[in-house]
């Protein structure tokens, strides 16, 4: 079992807009604003869409942003694109191992 | 340009050893805590360890500690990876990954251990 809960699946249609959860506590998501989200398609390694919860690093679109709202960060998708189908994993700081925890991990389907 | 590749990836049985490399190359490597992140077939990822740009501070997952240890070599510019008591669960893809979660976040494309009777 993940440290951080993400649903398992979401989908949306070309142009639509979609947000992805991510809930952990206040010994990670909660206590501090070190989350990051990560795009994986099939086969490749993840790529950093999202750091220090609201942060973009060069790169990656301006579609992709992030929030934080007490122990649930989230990621939302404006504009939806079918390059966008992938698998999203958020990640945090935790001070429970004092290192880095994951999600499980979520897929979306662009229809 | 940043690289960073990993190798000593294989097949062993459980209860072997195996030790990973990661040679980077195109950025300061000792600016950088470095990290060890796995990914099981068709499954999430899972941090593993990190080591501090100094290599003064070390932190391991529980799933690993005590069997895993994490070093780096400033001279040759390479993060390893060093794996006792293999176990089928760490059966996995393990990526290296310079400065994790931060502005300078990369990734190599990863080395395939598995441990298999």
């Known amino acids: 079992q993940s440290a951080l809960t993400q649903p398992a699946s979401v989908s949306g249609s070309p142009g639509q807009s979609i947000t992805i959860s991510c809930t952990g506590t206040?010994?990670?998501?909660?206590?501090?604003?070190?989350v990051s989200w990560y795009q994986q398609h099939p086969g490749k390694a993840p790529k950093l869409m999202i750091y220090?919860?609201?942060n973009r690093p060069s790169g990656a679109s301006t579609r992709f942003s992030g929030s934080k709202s007490g122990n649930t960060a989230s990621l939302t998708i404006s504009g939806l694109q079918a390059e966008d189908e992938a698998t999203y994993y958020c990640?945090?700081?935790?001070?429970?191992?004092?290192?880095?925890?994951f999600g499980g991990g979520t897929d979306l389907t662009v229809l | 340009e940043v690289q960073l590749v990993e190798s000593g990836g294989g097949v062993v049985h459980p209860g072997g050893s195996l030790r990973l490399s990661c040679a980077a190359s195109?950025?300061?490597?000792?600016?950088?805590?470095m990290h060890w992140v796995r990914q099981a077939p068709g499954k999430g990822l899972e941090w593993v360890s990190l080591?501090?740009?100094?290599?003064?501070?070390?932190y391991y997952a529980d799933s690993v500690k005590g069997r895993f240890t994490i070093s780096r070599d400033k001279s040759r510019n390479s993060l390893y990876l060093q794996m006792n008591s293999l176990r089928t669960e760490d059966t996995a893809l393990y990526y290296c990954?310079?400065?994790?979660?931060?502005?300078?976040?990369?990734w190599g494309q990863g080395t395939l251990v598995t441990v298999s009777s």
């Open positions: 990954v310079k400065d994790l979660g931060g502005y300078d976040d990369f």
């Open positions: 195109g950025f300061t490597f000792d600016d950088y805590a």
């Open positions: 080591i501090s740009g100094e290599g003064d501070r070390i």
């Open positions: 206040t010994s990670d998501v909660g206590g501090y604003d070190f």
């Open positions: 220090d919860v609201t």
């Open positions: 990640s945090s700081y935790t001070s429970i191992t004092l290192a880095w925890v």
